[in-house]
């Protein structure tokens, strides 16, 4: 930000000489005298300014022999712009399978440009529509808090959220941040296939094995338990000893069946010994890992986990 000054040169009665030039001193109440500045004309222009900032200026004409006493002073208020930062935003909490937490640290005020009067959140689903233009499709509210709890959001989707601080000039840049619901429902089911050769079982669509150990487990569960899995498996190979299965994959669902409630029913039927069969293949299910909520592992699932290999989809 600049500012131009213009100004006259003293009535002839009280130059007491030629005027050689002036000296411009530049004030602001935080920090005092900013500087000086000598000029050779009747005017200056002052840079480098903060916005939303006052400023006292006051000039005083020089004769070979010296500065006179110094203009009365003037006081300019630099405007305010909308702020260039976007606030620090903390990693959004989910709070369950529609809601999240929102958190984010004040704005310094030396960043907001201007006087702060809010923070403006915006979220929206990602889709194709909202990837091709950026600005549309936006829930947009206004808050003076630095946190805030978005509600009513769909659970199998994930949300493109974020903060900008606002002043009286208007809404600043905003922060990206990218949430997905269902993260928590990631989940591993792990299974023994004895005796299994590696090279003549992987020769099978891996979609046709997925989609086999899939159905049975969603059979197993039954028809309260209605939840779309996506996910592959990987088969790991041991010639010393049995090859393990790991179908990693997502429940996706509502309610609480994107959490505990998913937890606790898939780890209720691996206590049944169930086994499962994939293109011919008997598998026999050992444990069922949430991969998330490491508060809810049974101790055959952290077992599991600690013992067999992490499998590469």
Not at 266 to 281: A, F, I, N, Y
């Amino acid at each position: 930000i600049s500012v131009t000054l213009s100004w006259a040169p003293p009535p002839k009665q009280y130059q007491n000489g030629v005027i050689v030039g002036y000296t411009l001193q530049v004030f602001n109440a935080q920090q005092g005298l900013l500087r000086e500045i000598n000029s050779s004309s009747n005017g200056s222009t002052v840079d480098s300014l903060n916005p939303d900032t006052t400023y006292l200026f006051k000039v005083a004409a020089m004769t070979v022999v010296g500065r006179g006493p110094y203009s009365d002073n003037i006081y300019v208020a630099t405007r305010q712009f909308v702020p260039v930062i976007p606030p620090n935003v903390s990693t959004p909490v989910r709070l369950s399978a529609e809601a999240i937490l929102l958190s984010w640290e004040p704005m310094p005020t030396d960043t907001t440009q201007g006087a702060l009067i809010g923070y403006s959140v915006r979220y929206r689903p990602i889709t194709a529509i909202a990837k091709r233009d950026t600005n549309q499709g936006y829930t947009t509210t206004i808050t003076t808090e630095t946190q805030i709890t978005i509600t009513t959001l769909n659970p199998t989707s994930a949300y493109m959220v974020g903060v900008a601080a606002v002043t009286q000039a208007g809404i600043g840049v905003y922060s990206q941040n990218t949430v997905e619901l269902y993260e928590n429902s990631l989940f591993q089911v792990y299974m023994q296939a004895p005796g299994v050769v590696c090279k003549e079982w992987m020769s099978y669509s891996a979609t046709e094995k997925t989609k086999d150990i899939v159905n049975q487990i969603s059979l197993n569960l039954g028809s309260s338990f209605p939840i779309t899995y996506i996910g592959d498996v990987s088969l790991l190979c041991d010639k010393q000893q049995p090859s393990w299965v790991v179908l990693t994959g997502r429940a996706v669902g509502t309610g609480n069946l994107n959490s505990s409630g998913m937890v606790h029913q898939l780890q209720e039927w691996v206590l049944t010994s169930p086994k499962v069969t994939s293109q011919g293949v008997m598998l026999q299910v050992l444990a069922s890992c949430p991969v998330f909520l490491a508060q809810l592992r049974s101790p055959g699932c952290t077992a599991a986990m600690a013992t067999i290999p992490s499998p590469t989809p």
